[in-house]
Each structure stands twice: as C-alpha cells, then as structure tokens.
C-alpha cells in the first residue's frame, strides 16, 4: 500500500512541483529583464524552431526586428526583442515573439526562453516553439 501510495504521490505531485519551480523561474526571468542592459530591441537575429505535432516535424525559421515570418499559412510570427546569454551564461537565450493565426488573432505575446522551453507560455495543440539561438547584429 505504501508503495501505491509513493507512486501516486510521483505521478500527480512531483511534476506539479516541478512545474511551480518553472514558474518562480519564469516569473523571476520577467523581473530580470525589464532593466536587463542585454535587452536588443533593434538589430538581432532570432532562430526559433516550429514544431508541428500532427505530421511530427519541424522546421526553422529566422526572425528579425519586427519582421513577420509565416509559417504554412498557419502562424505568422514577429520578434520585438531578444536576449543572448542573459546573465551572461552561454546558451541561456529568450525571444519576446507575438504569434498570430490564419484568422489574424494575436494567440501568444510573451518570452520564450531557450533553458525552460517547458514554461514558455505558448500553448497550441498543433504547434511548439522553441528558441534556438539569439545573435546580436
């Protein structure tokens, strides 16, 4: 019983713990950046990766300052900013993307970070995206 009950216990509270950790980290990312220095709001290069669940591939784009990239006449996406090695730790990246859908609606405006792709705000049940790289031009 006490086994089952471990178990139980691995299941439901574990990833919720988890997860609360992801957010804390999130939420203190957000405070960061506001007077983060690193912030490059004008000329930089944004690669995120588009993944698609339904046919399980993927493809890359690279997005630009306020330039709009489509993807499959699904998603049209826009980079306002980015940040490389934020904290100066290698790798550790972020993108503020908007996401619109084939009907115009904005349905994501947020950070996606490169260390917690799990956190970033972007829910779809066809696509993911995912930060790749940041490079300041």
Not at 12 to 28: H, I, M, R, T, Y
Not at 62 to 89: F, G, W
Not at 102 to 129: A, C, M, R
Request: aromatic share 10%.
């Amino acid at each position: 019983m006490h086994n089952f009950i471990f178990v139980l216990f691995l299941l439901f509270v574990s990833p919720n713990l988890a997860k609360g950790q992801e957010l804390d980290e999130l939420a203190s990312f957000e405070e960061q950046v506001i007077d983060s220095p690193s912030i490059i709001t004008d000329k930089f290069k944004l690669k995120v990766r588009i993944l698609e669940s339904y046919t399980d591939t993927h493809e890359d784009l690279v997005l630009y300052p306020e330039q709009s990239e489509v993807y499959r006449n699904k998603l049209m996406i826009t980079a306002s900013s980015c940040i490389p090695d934020h904290q100066e730790i290698p790798g550790n990246d972020a993108g503020f993307i908007t996401v619109r859908n084939d009907e115009g609606q904005t349905i994501f405006s947020g950070w996606l970070l490169k260390s917690f792709p799990g956190v970033s705000g972007f829910q779809h049940s066809l696509y993911n995206i995912l930060i790749m790289s940041c490079e300041e031009l």
